[in-house]
């Protein structure tokens, strides 16, 4: 999943909307006709190249790598049966089983090798490269400072894949079930050429499924069985068919049609269908919150958003409660921290990183409090009043509920404060926010794999996605030190991030304002989901219908 969703929650859904699955097991045999899913999406897929994928929650389950997540995020084994990683944790050694690709030729090491220089060569654009970061050179190879064979990936033979990584990545298990690190087979590339995954057929897949009917725009495809899958004894479903649904009122009257066996619910169904039998909730490591711009262009503007005590009176005069239950009231939750809940969990202890991280008065309402920041933090600046434009997108239908809300609660529990809103599309809304043409925005962050880090590297000082130019040198010493020094000690790790974690929150270097839960209505035949919060949300390899 595309970590930045800043001001791109349409996106999000869509994507929830078409990963979704069910998945356990049955007696079922397999050439059911009864096995069928039926999905929507509110989008079409744009590739099925991992190389330059902008989202993986779809493709998971067509492309596998050395393992895919199973139950709570754990990553299970898939392509390799086996991985072992030295005492130092800077090599990694998997070896393969003897799988094959949909089209029957055998899956080797070299596929691995060929598929990772390939998504880091500059001239490929890959949106996710910087997930490499941490393996040999692969940073200078996506730079283009080095030839793509010097990556720290190779071939030991043709069932040996060999990694190495400049420093001990402790989530790196768990990235290795991200498709984007799988496999490609260059024969079918090169035969293929510019053509190579523009359309299902100029594809070979590893996964469980293969796209079928899919020629770019198309508002219909499908997923069938791969009969050439290694575990393909697993697979319950024959197919799985997707269509383009723009409304959640078209797909409410698709599912009553039986048309579709899940979907999507608006936050006005959700009021009429929370008690309903079919109604199913499902979180994911989303959290929306305010982006503070600590380099606006107007001085008296970023004096203001610089200043502690004005976020924290912002942070403190909102309502997440009311916010979440009646703005939204689609069962998003509220946050404790800028990590989501249910990403990550203690090694020592099992408890909820988002747990560990609260800090008291930083995310509670407290009206009195708020005012009492406000006025410290007016004081400071020399004045009575404070204008402010908050930048969204037009193009989420939740985005102006939040923001009309947001408005009315702050202008009334902070005297002098003005909001100001910019409703833009959400292309334009997200190129002002990268190139830093905005006071505040309503953005958000959804992790790509279960560790805290996929939040927490955000507001390190001069990452790409740090628009809002957040800058601080403790967290930045914090998140390096369990990035380096502490990275091959889980619990010393977890401490560092824990630590950074409070202190941002504490800072409220942005404000937190809701985790996304998403609703659906699904059909009760449709049995055994397994999801996870990050990453590759949804496996239909062991779905089926009862």
Known sequence: MRKLRSLLLLTLSAILVVTLAACGKSAN??????????????????????SKSTGYGQTGNVFESFYRLGKDGKPTAALAKS???????????FTLRNAKWSNGDPITAQDFVYSWRRTLKPSTKSTYAYLF??????????????????????????????????KPIAYFKVLMAYPLFGPQNQKVVDKYGKKYGTNSKYMVYSGPFKV????????????????????????????????????????LELYQQGKLDLTPLSNEQVKHYKKNKEFQQYPYSYVGYLKYNFKDASQAKRKAMSNKDIR???????????????????????????????????????????????????????VKLARQHWEKGLKALGTKNVTLTLTASNDDPTSNPITQYLKSELQRDLPGFKLNIRNVPAQAANQEVLKGDFDLSLSGWGADFNDPISFLQIPETGTAYNSGKYSNPTYDQLIKRAQNRDANNPEKRWGDLVKAAKLFNADQGMTPL???????????????????????????KTAYIK
């Open 29 to 50: 045999k397999s050439n059911n006709p009864k096995q069928t899913l039926n999905l929507s999406t509110t989008a079409p897929l744009d590739t099925i190249d991992i």
């Open 83 to 93: 991985g072992k990683v030295s005492k130092d944790g800077k090599t990694w050694t």
């Open 133 to 166: 970061s941490g393996i040999k050179n692969a940073d200078q190879v996506n730079a283009g400072k080095l030839s793509p064979n010097k990556i720290g990936i190779k071939a030991l033979n043709d069932k040996t894949v060999q990694v190495q990584l400049e």
């Open 514 to 540: 809701y985790q996304q839960v998403t609703s659906y209505l699904q059909k009760p035949d449709v049995k055994g989901i397994v999801h996870n919060t990050a990453g590759t949300q949804w496996s239909y």
């Open 312 to 366: 924290l009176a912002i942070s403190l005069a909102i309502d997440r409660q009311q916010l979440t239950k009646k703005v939204l009231g689609d069962g998003s939750d509220t946050p404790t921290g800028f990590v989501a809940a249910g990403l990550a969990k203690d090694p020592k202890t099992g408890v909820d990183f988002a747990k560990q991280q609260a800090v008291p008065n930083s995310v509670d309402y407290n």
């Open 212 to 251: 079928q009917n899919w020629n770019g725009t198309g508002s219909k495809w499908q997923f069938v069985k791969n009969n050439q899958y290694w575990d393909k004894g697993a697979v319950k479903l024959n197919k799985i068919n997707y269509t383009v649904v723009f409304s959640p009122t078209t797909g």
